[in-house]
């Protein structure tokens, strides 16, 4: 039995043996990590040592700068033509905020100029005249229709001579005319108006005209505090 196993052992049909020599796991990974970082060095080098020799490093950081120098000089003229841009903008908008005060004004004035001519036309048809006496006057009594049912009414009142005091009364105004075909007179004024002069006072108004009522004439009496006519003017539509 045993010459069996001794010739088993010794013949051709005997098990292979490896021999293999046994390294700590730690010390495999340090081997293994000190060799990939020797070819990261290596290929790192080449690929360094490749762009030198081709030149292209130092061109490529140059036409970077470049670049950037460009971009900057790009961003510096953008800003400043925005600056410019809006300082325009806000001057367009000055001048066009200046003309239309302009115009404002130029319209204002053109109305005060027009307003003044009437008034200037309204007084010099009531300059005073050698031949009145002293007391109250009504001049330039006028009466133009507005709108339907409505007609304007203007007048001045003066006192002439040395009055020591303010008059203080009132003045009524009566509308005379013809209604459907007959004769018509009415005061549009429900009450008589209250009037103080000093010298001279400037009154106007609006007065109510009824339905089919058509106004032929138009006369404003000046009343004193206990009722007397003091003066009186007509106007003709």
């Given amino acids: 039995m045993r010459l069996k196993l001794l010739r088993r052992r010794l013949s051709i049909s005997a098990p292979r043996v490896i021999v293999r020599s046994h390294l700590p796991w730690p ?8 060799a990939l970082g020797f070819s990261a060095a290596i290929a790192l080098w080449a690929f360094e040592f490749g762009k030198d020799i081709a030149g292209l490093d130092g061109g ?8 950037r120098t460009e971009l900057a000089d790009l961003r510096e003229e953008a800003t400043r033509a925005q ?12 001048e066009r905020a200046a003309q239309e005060r302009l115009a404002s004004q130029l319209r204002q004035a053109e109305a005060d100029n027009l307003a003044l001519k009437a008034d200037l036309g309204f007084f010099e048809r009531l300059l005073p005249v050698a031949d009145v006496s002293d007391g109250l006057v009504v001049r330039g009594f006028q009466v133009e229709p507005l709108s339907p049912g409505e007609l304007r009414y203007q007048l001045l009142v003066m006192q002439n001579g040395k009055a020591s005091r303010p008059f203080e009364g009132r003045y009524e105004l009566t509308l005379a005319g013809t209604r459907d075909g007959r004769p018509w007179s009415a005061s549009p004024l429900a009450e008589a108006a209250p009037l103080r002069v000093k010298q001279y ?4 108004g609006r007065a109510s005209v009824p339905a089919g009522a058509v106004v032929k004439t138009a006369e404003v009496r000046v009343l004193s505090a206990a009722g007397a006519v003091l003066a009186t003017q007509k106007a003709t539509l």
């Fill in 27 to 34: 010390l495999r990974w340090a081997v293994f990590a000190v």
């Fill in 60 to 67: 490529t950081r140059e036409e970077l700068a470049r670049l």
């Fill in 83 to 94: 600056a410019i841009a809006a300082t325009a903008d806000s001057l367009l908008k000055a």
């Fill in 201 to 204: 006072v400037r009154l106007e």
